[in-house]
């Protein structure tokens, strides 16, 4: 999460605080080198992060990708003015000795945004990044570790009910894997956004782009949610964070988990019943989508629920085919 501290001075920088990100303007910190040839340019380049870019997480990756390549420029006496598309292809070849084809294509994104940001404020004549091609990257199964259904449930199992932060716990992964919500759309729902609807209890999820997304809760996730929200005593507080965190003499606050919170808890509660390393928050939401089309569910209808803009980004999230494959390897005789 971001917050803003601004004032008409326009310098500053990202720096933790209290949990957050804070993008800290006008506290004497330097506009990265690149940038501070003019007012113009400074200016524009905290515009460009405080006010071009609306989603919290895309502001911390593209910051950080160009904060990337000012150190780059300025290791090499780059001017921002002088910069040509054969420079930029360069640092772009050069990323990708050490960064994944995604990361690298994230990176020069970034950096043709601002520029594009820097061309319409008539700061740069031309923007060099915008004939640059990044490298190719084709996907048809993502990388997402997934758990099988035996394995969430045993997860979730596992979680001591004897105490609210359990009962916490096991709410928030029940949600994830139930409505396959990302993270940050879960932690972010304040407590009236689970809310009943005739017969049916329903959550409401912000997703990205703004979007609101209303999934009917599963009957063991509105059981597990029900028990969390009990125990807490947090049912009227309803326009505060549905997940909370906890006080140093193990009361609910009324401060929202961070993601960093959440997969925290993930690893302790995975290392804990002997699951891999690699799984993380984003393994819920593969294993939810996994398990309801092995069940006979379609992509059509896991789209919807998931909030995919195309079946082509659910479809990364099915590993039904994993099983079939192992079995028909297994076949080989020799």
Not at 22 to 38: N, Y
Not at 115 to 143: E, H, T
Request: proline share 5%; glycine share 8%; aromatic share 10%.
């Amino acid at each position: 999460m971001f917050a803003f501290d601004v004032d008409p001075n326009l310098e500053g920088q990202l720096s933790p605080r209290g949990g957050e990100l804070v993008i800290s303007v006008g506290q004497g910190t330097p506009t990265p080198a690149l940038f501070a040839a003019s007012p113009q340019s400074a200016r524009r380049f905290w515009e460009f992060f405080t006010a071009e870019i609306p989603n919290d997480n895309t502001r911390k990756a593209y910051f950080c990708a160009i904060r990337r390549f000012d150190a780059w420029c300025g290791g090499r006496n780059f001017d921002l003015l002088r910069l040509q598309p054969i420079l930029i292809a360069a640092y772009v070849k050069e990323l990708q000795a050490s960064l994944s084809v995604p990361s690298v294509k994230q990176h020069l994104a970034a950096i043709r945004m601002l520029f594009d940001y820097l061309v319409v404020g008539q700061v740069l004549p031309m923007n060099p990044a915008a004939s640059v091609r990044g490298p190719k990257y084709v996907i048809k199964k993502g990388k997402t570790p997934v758990l099988s259904a035996d394995e969430a449930r045993q997860l979730i199992d596992s979680i001591e009910t004897t105490t609210v932060k359990g009962l916490r716990d096991r709410a928030l992964l029940a949600v994830m894997v139930y409505t396959f919500a990302r993270v940050g759309a879960v932690i972010g729902m304040p407590v009236e956004n689970y809310y009943q609807q005739g017969k049916r209890w329903w959550f409401r999820f912000h997703e990205k782009g703004g979007k609101l997304h209303d999934v009917p809760a599963h009957h063991k996730a509105e059981a597990h949610v029900d028990a969390w929200i009990d125990a807490a005593g947090i049912g009227e507080e309803r326009k505060l964070p549905l997940f909370r965190t906890f006080g140093r003499n193990g009361e609910v606050t009324a401060r929202p988990l961070y993601e960093a919170d959440v997969l925290r808890m993930v690893k302790v509660r995975g290392k804990a019943i002997g699951l891999p390393e690699s799984t993380c928050c984003h393994t819920f939401r593969a294993t939810g989508i996994t398990a309801y089309l092995e069940n006979g569910g379609t992509i059509e209808k896991a789209q919807a629920i998931a909030a995919h803009a195309s079946p082509r980004t659910t479809k990364l999230y099915d590993r039904t085919s994993d099983v079939l494959t192992l079995e028909e390897i297994e076949k080989i005789g020799i």
